[in-house]
């Protein structure tokens, strides 16, 4: 009877577990059928190497991809070096009490904050109270701020996986601690850590709300960028040909277009985070 009980309870647990993915996978797809099947007929050379033009009724995307590079550039400058070393000094250096369980608590919670807060939060921090203005700069601080919490987490959860007993066998042969951080910690998390910075990139690099308030601009037709100025980004320039445009229906092919391109983008670096992951993890079998 427990037997018979327990094989019950373990059907029901996978039923529910296939059909919750299969629920998933069935709209993804859709999703995309729906994005691919009215964007491909717009993907040409031209769309992706020309300005926009006309404001925004022809020409190509070549500027909103230009800043989209820029903008995970400056994002990635400012939030993985401190947020690795944030990692480092919680998971090797603080000491377990209340006050780093409250950081660790803060930082958690930080990942669940909407993303339209840090948008109006660097408004009032790099647009206003430093006079970035709206610009590249401004927007690309916000974001690096937005992908701190992950990155933290992501990096303090790979050190957390190398056992102990890599670092007291580098200390018994006379390393300090910051060379077994440096020379064993490290390398040996670089596959988590990388890992966790990619995707963390790639969610960064889709986001509208932050860079609404910072520097996002609706139309420029010129491919110069200047980390003092405003630009243009996919993720926006999806948004206000969707919403916001005086011609939609007009504009609503070249939207679809952006829209495929913008998951192409997301797709090979959530690929990239595969890759480096498998690729870190052979080497180190």
């Known amino acids: 009877m427990r037997f018979r009980a327990e094989r019950i309870t373990t059907i029901v647990e996978w039923g529910t577990l296939l059909l919750s993915t299969g629920l998933v996978c069935f709209f993804l797809v859709i999703i995309l059928w729906e994005i691919v099947s009215k964007g491909a007929a717009v993907i040409s050379a031209e769309f992706v190497l020309q300005v926009p033009k006309e404001g925004m009724t022809a020409g190509g995307i070549l500027t909103p991809i230009i800043g989209t590079v820029l903008l995970t550039l400056l994002t990635a400058l400012f939030a993985i070096p401190f947020g690795v070393c944030c990692a480092v000094y919680l998971q090797e250096y603080a000491s377990n009490n209340w006050f780093t369980r409250t950081i660790r ?3 958690r919670n930080l990942s669940g904050v909407p993303s339209i807060i840090y948008g109006l939060f660097g408004l009032a921090l790099f647009v206003q109270g430093l006079q970035f203005g709206t610009s590249l700069l401004a927007a690309g601080l916000t974001l690096g701020l937005l992908s701190l919490p992950y990155i933290i987490t992501t990096a303090e959860e790979a050190l957390m996986r190398i056992p102990n007993s890599m ?3 580098a200390l018994a042969v006379g390393a300090t601690k910051f060379e077994t951080i440096r020379d064993v910690v490290l390398p040996s998390s670089m596959s988590g850590i990388l890992t966790g910075v990619v995707l963390t990139l790639s969610r960064a690099a889709g986001e509208t709300a932050p860079i609404l308030f910072t520097g996002a601009a609706f139309y420029i037709n010129q491919t110069r960028a200047s980390v ?7 993720p926006y320039h999806l948004y206000m040909l969707s919403t916001q445009h005086q011609s939609i229906d007009a504009v609503r092919p070249i939207a679809y277009g952006t829209a495929l ?4 983008v997301v797709f090979v670096l959530n690929l990239a985070a595969f890759y480096i992951r498998y690729t870190y993890r052979k080497n180190e079998n």
Do not use: P
């Open 105 to 107: 608590a803060s930082i």
């Open 167 to 169: 670092r007291e066998a």
């Open 228 to 234: 003092n100025q405003e630009f243009m980004a996919l």
């Open 261 to 264: 391109v913008l998951v192409f």
